[in-house]
């Protein structure tokens, strides 16, 4: 059997931490599984790198930004390998480039292009433990470049890929996938198994529990993952394909992300291209529109309301502004204080009546929903962020999913 394991950063937090961590790949080594570890950088981190870049400057340039945050990993990577070559154990780190990920050279939020880790594989067969930096790799010229907040899941996932493994672990701070984050809803349930389509929704919804490419990944090459915990070695969550002996309830889990912007340009006279002139420039200044609303047009005007990430809320603004006159709309607004709440369930498909039933528990909540957007095995409201525990758990419990005490 050949395992990835990834270890997060509450797993190798602190020396203590590394000792436990160590603990967990020699018992996999010792039953006789070839074994290749990811980590990432200790908790806190990477934030407190990022906090001292933007000390010297709002701007840093992305360069020098990724070649400082990939430290993180590289410090938790070389600590991991030397407590495992202290138990007799041949572990060795290394960086994102010496393992082989080559990425794209979009700085800050690179894309994995290939794994070229045969030498890493040959280390596994021979008993030896590749330590892997998690959340990086070098460009075509070498750049060392940063895969995103929460890369290194898509970095243990792209080596599980590479080296062909049976599965791949990723141990973290809570022990499965939750029905709703258990930090905002101590009653979620734990999920045993949830199918990589459903935990596609989640992570892309706001669970950060697995980064979206992560789950995309596993999805395309069938990887199995392990959602589990370094501090209590029970069962996790499963995610897998689909199959018949997953639950049918018509809602599995509600998930929310608090980081989103809406900006409505209202009165643009309506013609043909409309839509294509307020996004295009969105898109071309790498900005992620998410959810899109435009009205009917009366008398020959219409409004359009879209959400973006609140870290893109200003520069946003001004693409809106400039366009705004160009197009000779009335006006631009905008509110970086709205939230987003979806529930998820591939059971959806086969239940009548989910949206309907998500409206009545927000209106006997007396929550105001300002825009709605639904696809086949998920309903997303965007609402005033101050509502967001109160909608998540009253549609946690509306919708059954808290946890039966036993
Ligand atoms: P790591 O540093 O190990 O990558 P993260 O903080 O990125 O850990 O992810 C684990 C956290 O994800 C948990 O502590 C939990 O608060 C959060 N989380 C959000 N949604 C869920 C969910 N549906 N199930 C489990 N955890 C969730
Ligand atoms: N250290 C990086 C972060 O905090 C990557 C990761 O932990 O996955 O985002
Ligand atoms: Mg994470």
Sequence with gaps: MRIVQKFGGTSVASIERIRKTAD??????????????????MSGETNRLTAMARELSATPAVRELDALVATGEQVSAALLAMELQSRGIAAYSYSGGQAGFVTDGDHVRARIKSVESAHLLVHMQAGEVPVVTGFQGVDEHGNVTTLGRGGSDTSAVALAIAVEADVCDIYTDVDGIYTTDPRMVPKASKIDRISYEEMLEFASLGAKVLQTRSVELAMRFEMPLHLRSSFDLVQGTMVVGEDETMERAAISGVAFNRDEAKITIMEIPDQPGIAANVFGPVAEAGINVDVIVQNVSEQGFTDITFTVPRSDYLPTMEIM?????????????????????????????????????????????GVNIQMITTSEIKITVVLEEKYIELAVRALHTAFGLDRQEA
């Design 24 to 41: 967990i790949i020699q018992s996999e080594l010792n039953q006789g599984k070839q074994v290749a570890v990811v980590v990432s950088a």
């Design 321 to 365: 502004r400039v366009l705004c006159k160009q197009m000779q709309a009335r006006d631009v607004k905008g509110d970086d204080t709205v939230a987003k709440v979806s529930v998820i369930g591939v059971g959806m498909r086969s239940h009548a009546g989910v949206a309907k039933a998500m409206f009545d528990v927000l209106a006997v909540e």
